[in-house]
C-alpha cells in the first residue's frame, strides 16, 4: 500500500492487457502524489483475473476506481455488491462504452479529476444469468463480433495505436460471412414474439457498445427499463451496410429492425446462439434478463 496523506483511500483496480493500462496509471500516480492521495493498487493481466482477486472494501475506502474498459469493469461488479462506495472510472480499454454513457473524458487528467471531486448518481443495471452487466446484453451476430474481437491479435495492435474501437469493425467483417441468422423467440414482460432470420438482439442499459455503436439510442441507464433492438431477416451484404447507421443512430429506422422495452426479457431459439454482455462472453440462449433500478453508485 502506498499511503499519502488523506481522510480516505482510494482503491484502483488497472488492467495492464496490452500495456494500455500501465501507461494510464504512469499518468494517473504522479498526480495522486503531487495532491497526496491515499491509495492502493491492484494490477491485472486480464478483466477475469477479477474473478480470484479480493479486494477489500472497507469503510475507508472512498472509491473503488477501475483503469481499463467495459471487461473489466463487468467483472468488478461483484465488489459493489451491498456496498454504497462507488465506481470511478479512467477509461484505458478498446470500447469504453460505459464512460462515454456517463460522459467521463477519455483524458487520463479530466477524468481523475472527475473522480476526485466524487459527485455521484445512481444507476440501473441488467441481471443476466445470474451475473451483472453495465451497458448491453448482445444475443447472435454481435456476441460472435465480440467473441472474433476478444481473441484477435488486432485488438491489441489497434489498443496500441488508440484505435481500440475499430477492433469491433474487424470482428463484423471476419464474422459476417460465416454466421447464421435463426429464428428466435422473445418474451418481452410477458408478452411473446416470434422473429425469423435473426442477426442480433441488443438489450441496452446504455446506447452504445462496440466502441461507440448507438444500438439503442434512446436508453436511459437510470430509467428503470431496457431498451431492445432486433436486426432481422437481413442479407449479409445489408447487415454490412447496417453497421454504419448503428454508428450514427440511425438503424431504428429501417424496416428489418424492431425496437421494444421492458422489465424482464427472456431469449430463447432452437439452436445455441451466442451471448455476451459488456463485450464479455456469458454462453448460449436460453436466457432471462431484468433490469436492476438504481443498483450501482457512479461517479461522474
Not at 473524458?105 to 448518481?121: D, Q
Not at 474481437?149 to 459476417?176: C, D, P, Q
Not at 466502441?211 to 431492445?228: E, F, S, V
Amino acid at each position: 500500500m502506498n499511503k499519502k496523506i488523506g481522510d480516505k483511500l482510494y482503491l484502483f483496480i488497472i488492467n495492464n492487457h496490452s500495456g494500455k493500462g500501465a501507461k494510464v496509471w504512469k499518468e494517473t500516480l504522479p498526480l495522486l502524489k503531487k495532491m497526496e492521495i491515499e491509495y492502493k493498487t491492484y494490477f491485472i493481466t486480464k478483466p477475469e483475473d477479477l474473478l480470484q482477486l479480493k479486494v477489500d472494501l472497507n469503510s475507508s475506502v472512498k472509491a473503488l476506481v477501475i483503469i481499463g474498459g467495459d471487461g473489466t469493469i463487468h467483472h468488478a461488479l461483484r465488489y459493489f455488491k451491498n456496498t454504497e462506495i462507488p465506481l470511478g472510472i479512467i477509461p484505458a480499454g478498446s470500447g469504453n462504452d460505459l464512460a462515454r454513457a456517463l460522459n467521463i473524458p477519455r483524458n487520463t487528467c479530466a477524468a481523475l479529476e472527475k473522480v476526485l471531486k466524487g459527485n455521484t448518481k445512481k444507476i440501473d443495471l441488467i441481471n443476466v444469468a445470474d451475473k451483472l452487466c453495465t451497458t448491453v446484453v448482445g444475443v447472435g451476430f454481435d456476441a460472435k463480433v465480440a467473441e472474433i474481437t476478444n481473441s484477435s491479435r488486432i485488438k491489441l495492435w489497434l489498443n496500441a495505436l488508440k484505435l481500440g474501437k475499430f477492433a469491433y469493425v474487424f470482428g463484423v467483417l471476419r464474422g459476417v460471412f460465416s454466421y447464421q441468422p435463426t429464428d428466435i423467440v422473445i418474451t418481452v414482460d410477458g408478452e411473446e414474439k416470434h422473429y425469423s432470420n435473426v442477426w442480433l438482439i441488443a438489450i441496452a442499459n446504455t446506447p452504445f457498445y462496440g466502441g461507440g455503436l448507438k444500438i439503442c439510442p434512446d436508453a436511459n441507464k437510470t430509467d428503470g427499463t431496457l431498451n431492445i433492438c432486433i436486426a432481422h431477416s437481413l442479407t449479409k451484404l445489408e447487415i454490412l451496410m447496417f453497421f454504419p447507421l448503428v454508428f450514427l443512430g440511425k438503424h431504428t429506422l429501417h424496416p428489418s429492425v424492431a425496437i421494444d422495452k421492458g422489465h424482464v426479457i427472456n431469449v430463447s431459439s432452437n439452436s445455441n446462439v451466442p451471448v455476451q454482455a459488456d463485450g464479455e462472453m456469458l454462453g448460449n440462449t436460453p436466457i432471462s434478463i431484468t433490469v436492476l433500478k438504481e443498483e450501482l453508485i457512479v461517479i461522474i
